[in-house]
């Protein structure tokens, strides 16, 4: 399956609407690009958690060898420093796609992902820092330091649920989704995407809750 | 060379359907005429066919909806491929969910009207909620299967280009085989050994009749949603097995009617109805892949998503013009293991009153006009069935 951009996929006002890849990232950084429109076709809210099963069974799949990638990239950066580059670019293509995948299911994002989880292919974008050498205590003791995040984690998910059965309630009826609650869900994103970029070693920056920055790619 | 190649393929369908067609059902056999009414009782016949005929009229009327909207998607569909950012063969998934989720909603009256018909008839005890939830689901599969489908087809479109039919046809039949193998060891509804010792007894000395292996027995709960009665036969070789709905075992059937539901069931195992059906799926696939590369030309191809709409309506026409085909098929393949059910418990009566059974409990009319038996007739009428029964008798019992 390929996974570019086909030339229907514009927005309304006509551009691309998908985040380029913003290789000027710091280091460590873990952030969400938005660069769609707030649109959400009533046929596609209705159905939007079945339309969103092929991705959730592909999830599955690409998380078992995610979760094998895990150990060798932690020994990786325990001996080197730094998580070799072939585990990085999967360890971040699996996070960025399940992130697309998540903003779908949630109504953050409009149009369907595609499967490979590539940067800059989804107008709900995760952009990662390049990779960067990590203290080796962080990354030795990086599963328990992980856990206090994945419990707010937990608690970010519960509400970005409840928002996006307000935001499906209300693409329902309008057609669109207000601004505000495609923020929240944003803001959610960012969190559970970020903390899983800390477990799985893609930063060394701990997870943090605070709301995202607005892109240039922005449309309304 | 494509015609040579073309030619083969209708020569070598055309034989496997020679060899899978018969069956051991004397083909001199004549069944008598039945008076339904006498057979099943006048009362039964009139509610029966009061049921069945409101169930007809909504099934025409939804067929017609169904075919209206998908030519309608076939024209105008191909704009949601707008609403993806995958690339072809995704956005090609897309678009047929999408096409299934208007055809659901679309049938969503015509399923309610016939929910609420079958619950007026005391043939559910279902609620609208569960009923609503469990179409849902049904449908959530059906969203997997097509992606499924769309990803072998597109895939094997991308890759061989207008050669991918004879590949896709044989994927999918493969898919067939694989899912009638492991059905069994996927329960869907809680079942658990028959435990019936007569009845157990009666299924192994069938067994060793119709010469097949020992077969387990299964017996599932569905009296808490439904009072209709059923069973039937799934599996391959190793996972081959038979359920009785647990329907089966209450009033009004007796125990040798039981008997002969078994024997009928352990029929399909022993004459192979069950690859047989795979081969003749095959049979269909074949031909239906080709068309379906034909009918998609002018949109690019399987290859391309903007042929999606269009394949979800070849598909549909084409079940429905194959459908006289296929259940003229089941139906014959019904026959024989009624046939051979008779032979192993030489009880006429028991399978006559089998079918009496069926008609009070489901509702099913013994005699229903001709074409729904054409369009929707996956085993004979239950007044021809009875006559089978009587025609055995008088063939003279060994």
Redesign the interface.
């Known amino acids: 399956?390929?996974?570019?951009?086909?030339d229907?996929?514009?927005g309304e006002n006509g551009r691309v609407?998908?985040a380029p890849p913003s290789p000027d990232l710091p280091a460590d950084a873990v952030r969400i690009a938005v660069a769609d429109d707030l649109g959400r076709?009533r046929?596609?809210v209705?159905?939007r958690s079945?339309?969103a099963?092929?991705h959730l069974?592909w999830l599955g799949l690409w998380t078992i060898p995610a979760l094998l990638a895990l150990p060798a990239a932690w020994a990786g950066a325990l001996v080197t420093g730094v998580v070799p580059e072939p585990l990085h670019r999967f360890l971040g293509a699996y996070v960025r796609y399940a992130t697309h995948v998540s903003a779908y299911v949630l109504l953050v994002g409009?149009?369907?992902?595609?499967?490979l989880g590539r940067a800059g292919?989804?107008?709900i974008d995760l952009e990662l820092g390049p990779r960067r050498r990590q203290s080796r205590w962080t990354t030795l003791l990086r599963g328990p330091l992980a856990v206090p995040a994945f419990l707010l984690a937990i608690v970010v998910g519960v509400v970005a649920m409840l928002v996006a059965i307000l935001a499906w309630s209300w693409g329902l009826v309008r057609g669109r989704i207000p601004e505000g609650v495609r923020t929240l869900g944003v803001l959610g994103l960012r969190y559970t995407a970020h903390t899983y970029a800390y477990l799985f070693l893609l930063t060394s920056r701990y997870p943090h809750l605070t709301p995202p920055e607005p892109t240039e790619e922005e449309t309304p | 060379m494509k015609i040579v190649f073309g030619a083969v393929v209708v020569v070598a369908l055309a034989a496997a359907g020679y060899l899978l067609y018969p069956t051991a059902v004397p083909g001199d056999l004549s069944l008598p005429a039945i008076d339904a009414e006498a057979t099943f009782g006048g009362e039964l016949v009139a509610r029966a066919e009061r049921y069945e005929r409101f169930l007809y009229a909504i099934w025409v009327l939804a067929q017609v909806a169904v075919l209206t909207t998908l030519v309608l998607y076939a024209r105008r569909g191909a704009a949601y491929a707008r609403e993806s950012s995958a690339g072809p063969v995704g956005t090609g998934m897309l678009v047929g969910m999408l096409g299934l989720g208007i055809v659901w909603l679309v049938r969503l009256p015509f399923s309610l009207a016939l929910f609420w018909w079958a619950r007026r008839h005391d043939q559910t005890e279902l609620d609208y909620l569960t009923w609503l939830l469990e179409d849902w689901l049904l449908l959530a599969v059906e969203f997997l299967a097509v992606s499924f489908a769309l990803v072998v087809v597109m895939g094997l479109a991308r890759w061989l280009g207008e050669r991918w039919w004879l590949p896709g046809a044989a994927v999918f039949v493969a898919v067939a085989a694989l899912l009638t193998f492991a059905s069994p060891y996927v329960e869907l509804l809680p079942t658990e050994p028959l435990r019936d010792r007569e009845l157990l007894a009666a299924a192994r000395a069938y067994e060793r009749e119709l010469d097949i292996e020992r077969v387990p027995i299964l017996v599932e709960e569905v009296s808490v949603d439904t009072k209709q009665a059923n069973a039937y036969a799934y599996g391959l070789g190793p996972s081959r097995r038979v359920v009785l709905w647990d329907t089966m075992l209450r009033p009004p059937f007796d125990p040798n009617e039981r008997r002969v539901v078994l024997a009928h069931e352990l029929a399909h195992h022993s004459q192979e109805h069950l690859p047989k059906g795979i081969a003749w799926f095959a049979i269909f696939a074949v031909p239906g892949a080709w068309i379906l590369m034909r009918a998609t030309r002018s949109r690019g191809g399987m290859g391309a998503p903007e042929a999606v709409p269009v394949a979800l309506l070849v598909v549909v026409v084409y079940s429905l013009v194959t459908a006289p085909a296929s259940n003229f098929l089941s139906r014959r393949m019904e026959a024989e293991a009624d046939w051979k059910a008779l032979e192993v418990t030489r009880d006429p009566e028991a399978l006559e009153g089998l079918m009496i059974g069926f008609a009070e409990t489901s509702l099913g009319d013994p005699d229903p006009p001709a074409w729904t038996q054409h369009l929707l007739g996956t085993h004979p009428a239950l007044a021809e069935r009875a006559a089978m029964a009587r025609a055995w008798k008088a063939r003279g019992a060994p």
Not at chain 1, 1 to 6: A, F, G, K, Q
């Open positions: 399956m390929s996974d570019t951009v086909p229907a996929d514009r609407a998908v076709p046929l596609t209705l159905f079945l339309l099963l092929p069974v409009r149009r369907f992902p595609g499967f292919s989804y107008g």
